[in-house]
């Protein structure tokens, strides 16, 4: 008799690679005479946020449909609680199923024989990569073979937990592909979820052995290039929306990654690719083939800048070679780099957390992410939470309450600050870059100082600071350019008509012109301008309708700005940009520029007769 089974996920997009190599594995491993595999992505009946109860209604429709003889939950944090509750439907409706646990919560020893004491619906635990543990562990059921055989399997004899031995790590060359035509149609993701990102990893495993962090338990091994050319070529050839390779060293070596970067540009046909490069590989030459490819970088990880705290949390982290990685990035590539930081870790406290985030803005980092440190299953600060003097919440997610030396009061002070940073980073971009440029403009202390009750975006008053006029000046075009910004957002963009000879300007609208006594976009342009070194000249701005781009008034811009008046025809005001232009112009250039001042809503076009 068949062996009917279920894998059972649940994320955003419907899709996880994990679970399509499972797969993969366990058609191309396992009978399908001897069993029946499906693979329930459940967000495809019902949405748990949008309809509570007919979320479970749809599923245990299905399971009651299907009636299951196995059926196994790859878990973490943000669908543990989702996956007991199913757990529990499951025994209570079928207890002949078994009920087997895996994935990420279920990554040590210690946290299986707690998932199986505290859950007794539950069967079975595995433990591990699952590529070959899994279809090993749905054959010998199917036989009703020896349990104790399989390697990673946590189960109960005489009432108590009982570990196998640990899984050897997989041969990341024995996997079977995944994407390809036939073993993974695109068209059927893309319509379930047009925005999906589709995850890919060149490796896996992490050099780093950070105590906190879930993925540090694997070695780290890279998968055959042959398999990366052929399966980035099918995803990238079909022009998928959003590619994230999640590998957390890009390549595994540098010369990989460089290859991989050949790859991709010779493929990419508009895909946005997400990549997370190890810093130790990133030079100038390192960031030209990332922009070839058409990667973009979309944070890098800091966590901590305090040498103590990373020494506890067993992470190497050099601050110089950071930010010169971090300096090249967003310099030569990246506009909107952002690093994260990790909230009440041992060893740090509110103080040190405020100096992490002056750390990532001197190194160049645009924005800064917040996480409070969770006390993921698996881990040390987990298995070993004492020794750090780590209190957590027993639910999930599993978030730190106090760790050595970040008392209850450093968190709640960390907690607030992050959301005032954030709140700063949202409301006022072009502001906090001239904070940062600013001499003795503490960041940290003017996100403090934010008003966060008032419903309006918070703002700092500048106003109000004692600062020297040159430096208010500057803050004070800072918040005109993202006050223009935010205007102009919010209209719609407009195709200005096209230019003849015989169109008359009916209306011109100075006001409509920004001024500052900085020329704001370079600053923008280069982080590592400082205010002594930004000019000092007087420049306006146009924010075209539907656009973030300001175009600094001057040259070309500027003449046919000062050229246009009520009642002058097209022509008429062609030549008087000319004439008034200290430079030479062709008509093109004249038209251009035109064309932006009506875009902005400066002048108005109308037609004779």
């Given at each position: 008799m068949t062996l009917k089974t279920v894998l059972v996920y649940s994320n955003d997009d419907g899709f996880s690679l994990g679970v399509e190599l499972i797969r993969a594995a366990v058609a191309e491993r396992v009978s399908p005479s001897e069993v029946e595999h499906r693979v329930w992505f459940h967000e495809d009946v019902g949405s748990l946020a949008e309809d509570y109860l007919g979320h479970y209604n749809a599923f245990m429709a299905r399971l009651f449909d299907y009636r299951p003889d196995v059926i196994s939950f790859s878990a973490f944090v943000w669908n543990h609680d989702e996956f007991t509750r199913m757990g529990r439907i499951v025994k209570r409706h079928l207890p002949d199923c078994r009920v087997v646990w895996g994935g990420a919560q279920a990554n040590s020893r210690r946290m299986a024989a707690h998932l199986l004491r505290e859950y007794p619906w539950l069967d079975l635990v595995l433990r591990g990569e699952a590529e070959e543990a899994y279809p090993e562990l749905l054959e010998t059921l199917a036989r009703d073979g020896d349990l104790g055989a399989v390697a990673g399997v946590t189960r109960r004899a005489d009432g108590e937990p009982v570990h196998n031995d640990d899984p050897?790590?997989?041969?990341?060359?024995s996997l079977p592909l995944v994407f390809t035509a036939d073993r993974l149609p695109l068209e059927p993701i893309l319509r379930r979820r047009p925005g999906a990102v589709l995850a890919y990893e060149t490796g896996r495993g992490c050099r780093q052995k950070c105590r906190f962090c879930l993925y540090s338990a694997p070695k780290l091994r890279a998968f055959p290039m042959e398999r990366i050319e052929r399966e980035l070529s099918y995803l990238l050839d079909a022009g998928i929306p959003y590619l994230r390779m999640c590998d957390a060293h890009l390549g595994i070596s540098r010369h990989r990654a460089m290859e991989i970067f050949e790859i991709v540009a010779e493929h990419n046909r508009g895909t946005v690719v997400d990549v997370y490069p190890d810093v130790k590989h990133v030079d100038l030459d390192y960031v030209r083939a990332m922009n070839r490819a058409g990667c973009r970088v979309i944070t890098l990880g800091i966590q901590s800048s305090d040498a103590d705290t990373l020494q506890l949390a067993a992470r190497r982290f050099d601050r110089g070679r950071f930010a010169q990685a971090a300096s090249l990035i967003r310099r030569?590539?990246?506009?909107?780099?952002?690093?994260?930081i990790i909230i009440g870790m041992p060893g740090d406290n509110a103080d040190k957390v405020r100096d992490s985030v002056r750390f990532a803005y001197e190194s160049g980092v645009e924005k800064v992410h917040f996480a409070p440190l969770?006390?993921?299953?698996?881990?040390?600060?987990f298995e070993y939470a004492e020794q750090y003097g780590i209190e957590f919440f027993d639910f999930q997610p599993p978030l730190v309450v106090k760790s050595r030396g970040f008392s209850a009061e450093d968190y709640q002070r960390a907690m607030v600050f992050a959301g005032r940073v954030e709140a700063l980073q949202d409301s006022a971009p072009t502001l906090l870059r001239c904070l940062i440029s600013a001499p003795d403009c503490d960041v940290a202390a003017w996100a403090e100082r934010l008003d966060m009750g008032s419903g309006a975006d918070p703002v700092p008053r500048v106003e109000e600071a004692e600062l020297p006029p040159e430096v208010r000046r500057l803050l004070l075009d800072g918040l005109a350019w993202d006050a223009?910004?935010?205007?102009?957002?919010?209209?719609?963009?407009?195709?200005?008509?096209?230019?003849?000879?015989?169109?008359?300007?009916?209306?011109?609208t100075p006001?409509?012109?920004?001024?500052?006594?900085?020329?704001?976009h370079l600053l923008l342009r280069d982080f590592t301008l400082t205010f002594d070194a930004l000019p000092r000249e007087r420049q306006g701005y146009l924010f075209p309708r539907g656009g973030a781009v300001g175009y600094p008034l001057g040259g070309p811009l500027l003449a046919a700005f000062e050229a246009a008046a009520p009642g002058i025809t097209v022509g008429e005001w062609r030549d008087k940009t000319r004439a008034g232009s200290a430079t030479e112009l062709t008509r093109e250039v004249c038209d251009s520029a035109f064309r932006i001042l009506h875009a902005t809503g400066v002048v108005a076009l109308r037609r004779e007769g």
């Open positions: 050897p790590d997989v041969d990341l060359g030569h590539h990246n506009h909107a780099l952002a690093a994260d969770m006390a993921f299953p698996g881990t040390d600060y223009a910004v935010r205007a102009q957002r919010a209209t719609t963009a407009q195709d200005p008509p096209g230019l003849a000879d015989d169109t008359l300007v009916e209306g011109v006001d409509a012109v920004h001024w500052a006594d900085h020329p704001v």
